[in-house]
T-cell receptor, first 115, second 112 residues
């Protein structure tokens, strides 16, 4: 398996623009997580899905952030409009449900810079 | 509120030294504790611990969990420069689908 795939790997945009980050989880995993990592705040969980349904979005910072999972193999995290304080590395992770599949596997991350 | 606290926050050692990283937690309905290593990229999985007193070992790395005292340690023996990384501890609870709560991480720097 190719692991968790994220795109783009790097994104530079201007304040006010819409940003869409994409994630393909590991095949067969039914949990998907979106994280944000900054030097100041460390790794923060934004939202997670189970079987394509959002379960907990309490970590989503503002209404400017939204996430969708239209099917088991694809999820997006959208920021509209983006602001400089959104600059961070955004990770997607996935895991299975079976006993022994509880480890979350992380994608390579998207490094976002909002100017 | 669930929380995970790691110590020290940073550590500088020389090659060959042995280090111990600490992770304490307060989590309702504990499910598991995980250790990750993060270099300049995504976190990579090291260990998952669910039972007290059972050491998990992988090469020079080992980890153990104490569910009574609510902590875990990660040991690295005979450190190498390639061990330099941020080590993250995370705890999953049963209430929220195994959602992980991460500690701040310990930044380990191994000097030649």
């Amino acid at each position: 398996d190719a692991g968790v795939i994220q795109s783009p790997r790097h994104e530079v945009t201007e304040m006010g623009q819409e940003v869409t980050l994409r994630c393909k989880p590991i095949s067969g995993h039914d949990y998907l997580f979106w994280y944000r990592q900054t030097m100041m705040r460390g790794l923060e969980l934004l939202i997670y899905f189970n079987n394509n349904v959002p379960i907990d979005d309490s970590g989503m910072p503002e209404d400017r952030f939204s996430a969708k999972m239209p099917n088991a193999s694809f999820s997006t995290l959208k920021i509209q409009p983006s602001e400089p304080r959104d600059s961070a590395v955004y990770f997607c992770a996935s895991r299975g449900t079976e006993i022994g599949q509880e480890t979350q596997y992380f994608g390579p991350g998207t490094r976002l810079l909002v100017l | 509120e669930d929380k995970v606290v790691q110590s020290p926050l940073s550590l500088v050692v020389h090659e060959g030294d042995t280090v111990t990283l600490n992770c304490s937690y307060e989590v309702t309905n504990f499910r598991s504790l995980l250790w990750y290593k993060q270099e300049k990229k995504a976190p990579t999985f090291l260990f998952m611990l669910t039972s007290s007193g059972i050491e998990k070992k992988s090469g020079r790395l080992s980890s153990i969990l104490d569910k009574k005292e609510l902590f875990s340690i990660l040991n690295i023996t005979a450190t190498q420069t390639g061990d330099s990384a941020v080590y993250l501890c995370a705890v999953a609870n049963n209430n929220q689908g195994g959602k992980l709560i991460f500690g701040q991480g310990t930044e380990l720097s191994v000097k030649p």
